[in-house]
């Protein structure tokens, strides 16, 4: 086991549960590539197998696959079937090798257009059968099964690439060791995939495409790695720019139709009022319509923003609430205001009722049309396995709060059934009678292999599929590359919503620019005033938070049960009259995350105003 130097405490349970597992504890990740090579230095079987953690395997995977490399000597590298959490295929499962046409064809969108060409669909071999053994020039890192001969032959993984292209340098070299590299669909495997590699990540595009760099470079003839080069630069600048702007239209659409909305109906509005009160339609033009009706809408919308209005799913009451937190931040700043610029009360007044039924009506035409994220989604459960295993899953997420409209069970050997003298499957038609949107497997009561049939047979609009892990008190799933999928866990805590995180994070830019303006009267109160601004910097700049966990000895390999927050300059003890005992402080800590506000962070920040310049590590 080699460990990239993780800070989830897993080092304490390996030495504590597995005392017999060889270990290799690095100080700094030092990435895909050298730990996998530290590993493979040590092992001494006559396979190795390169296995992502985010995979589930079928329970006759490894007998199946050793026994294709058994009787195929010219094998150097095996790759299996993969598919993702939601049962469909995944294409990298086979791949060809990304030659500067091959990549044209990828970047270009050709292989796409016409997937089942030899020419333009070769990236991903998808003229290819998915369910036939062929030999390919690429196999995936998830699952890599490697003839330890061939690896003597060929060389260890190149520690150049960082993350991504590993795979591919090393299947290539392996064919030219004089070995083949086959794809293996006789079993399949589940990957799941997570943040690191979410296609729609400006920084996934990037890593991605200069590991495709590094290895033309290494391989292709220099004329060859130009072209390459090129077409890479190209593929950076084109796929970063459709993640920067698909991530900006996701999260400034709403906010736009929104501003776009109140200005219009604002300005009717001011047209009407100026009409009435003043006989004169253009009374509200200039600065009014240009800078100061802008200006009001920008207070309303930061003041949603924060209230957890644009937060999904939509709460209304979020909404109305953050529109009434504007309105009263515009009339003091109105009070303030010089006479010039200071337009009309009542005007405020009528427009914020037209801000209230605007906003809410677009959300209430948004649920009304099922619009993803503004629908109420309440959960059609169909959980299989066994009663006593079902009912365990079903008391794990009704004790995270999850609203649950109707869950039904179905055990393991219902299968099949007969209707009218005719077989139908009992679990596809349980899943469209019942309108189930969510599939839980329960692992302990199902063998991997059945999961996966079930995955790839039942289908439904919009239906995701979860696993139960036996024992376990959490459920996941993913379904889809470009999501990190789901955790229910018990331990649901407030820290970690969008809405505290978001604030946790306003109340340290607020209470760090505060600090930075009084500093020269309040600095020399404070017992290290070097670090009270060392800590200034790094709070603004958010490497750190003015509120942490605290710990304590044995007491800091229990953090990572909780959810993951910023190292705080202060802690829950600082708000303490005495030190509290060892055995408590995990407690302290679940206490603040579960029930966090932001006046918890400034009663702690007020205790605790002398040590804002303690330094931790």
């Not at 329960?442 to 995955?455: F, R």
Request: glycine share 6%; net charge positive.
């Amino acid at each position: 086991m080699v460990d990239n130097n993780s800070v989830d405490g897993s080092i304490e349970m390996l030495k504590e549960k597995f005392p017999e597992v060889k270990l290799i504890e690095n100080k700094k990740n030092a990435g895909f590539s050298v730990a996998n090579n530290q590993a493979i230095k040590k092992s001494t079987g006559e396979y190795v197998l390169l296995l992502n953690p985010d995979t589930i395997v079928e329970e006759e995977t490894f007998t199946k696959t050793l026994a294709f490399m058994d009787g195929h000597p010219d094998a150097g590298g095996l790759g299996v079937k993969m598919i993702d959490g939601t049962g469909h295929f995944l294409p990298e499962s086979k791949r060809a090798l990304p030659t500067p046409e091959v990549a044209f064809y990828k970047i270009f969108g050709l292989s796409f257009l016409f997937p089942k060409s030899k020419k333009f669909g070769k990236y991903h071999l998808t003229y290819l059968s998915q369910d036939e053994t062929n030999k390919v020039d690429v196999l995936s890192g998830a699952f890599m099964l490697v003839r330890k001969a061939a690896l003597d032959k060929a060389g260890l993984l190149d520690e150049t690439f960082f993350m991504y292209g590993e795979d591919i340098d090393m299947s290539y070299r392996i064919i030219k060791a004089g070995y083949n590299n086959y794809y293996f669909p006789q079993t399949r495997i589940i990957h799941y995939k997570g943040e690191s590699t979410k296609k729609s990540s400006v920084n996934y595009v990037i890593v991605f495409y200069n590991a495709m760099r590094i290895f033309a470079q290494k391989h292709f003839s220099h004329k060859n790695a130009r072209l390459f080069s090129f077409l890479v630069n190209m593929a950076i600048l084109f796929r970063a720019s459709v993640a920067i702007m698909h991530r900006f239209i996701n999260k400034m659409i709403l906010p736009l139709i929104d501003f776009i909305t109140i200005y219009a109906g604002y300005y009717i509005i001011s047209l009407f009022y100026a009409n009435i009160k003043f006989s004169s339609e253009g009374h509200y033009s200039g600065i009014f319509m240009l800078f100061i009706l802008p200006s009001y809408i920008v207070i309303w919308l930061f003041c949603i923003l924060f209230s957890g209005g644009y937060d999904k799913p939509i709460k209304q009451w979020k909404i109305v609430r953050g529109i009434l937190w504007g309105v009263g931040f515009i009339l003091i700043m109105y009070a303030l205001l010089p006479d010039v610029y200071r337009f009309s009360r009542a005007l405020i007044l009528i427009g914020t009722v037209w801000v209230i039924l605007a906003l809410t009506t677009i959300r209430a035409l948004l649920m009304a049309f099922k619009v993803k994220g503004f629908a109420s989604y309440n959960r059609r459960l169909l959980i299989i396995g066994e009663e006593e295993e079902c009912k365990r899953v079903q008391g794990l997420l009704e004790r995270t709060g999850i609203k649950l409209e109707e869950v039904r069970y179905l055990s393991p050997e219902d299968t099949q059934a007969e209707k009218n003298g005719e077989s139908f499957n009992k679990w596809s038609e349980t899943v469209t009678i019942y309108h189930i949107n969510e599939v839980i497997f329960c692992a302990k009561d199902l063998p991997s292999q059945t999961i996966m049939d079930a995955m790839s047979t039942i289908s439904a609009p919009e239906l995701e599929f979860k696993i139960a892990p036996p024992e376990s008190w959490a459920i996941i799933g993913s379904n889809s590359i470009h999501t990190s999928g789901e955790l229910y866990m018990i331990n649901v805590h407030a820290i970690n919503t969008a809405s505290n995180v978001r604030n946790k994070r306003l109340f340290d830019i607020v209470l760090g620019l505060v600090l930075l303006a009084i500093s020269p009267l309040f600095c020399w109160i404070q017992r290290n005033p070097p670090g009270f601004f060392a800590n200034l910097f790094w709070v603004i700049i958010g490497e750190k938070s003015y509120v942490g966990y605290a710990s304590a000895g044995e007491q800091q390999k229990s953090l990572h049960l909780l959810p993951t927050i910023k190292k705080g300059v202060l802690t829950p003890l600082d708000a303490l009259p005495s030190t509290a005992d060892n055995s408590t402080i995990h407690d302290i800590n679940s206490i603040y995350a579960r029930d966090y506000k932001v006046a918890t962070d400034i009663r702690i920040v007020w205790k605790g105003f002398r040590n804002l310049g303690r330094i931790t590590n």
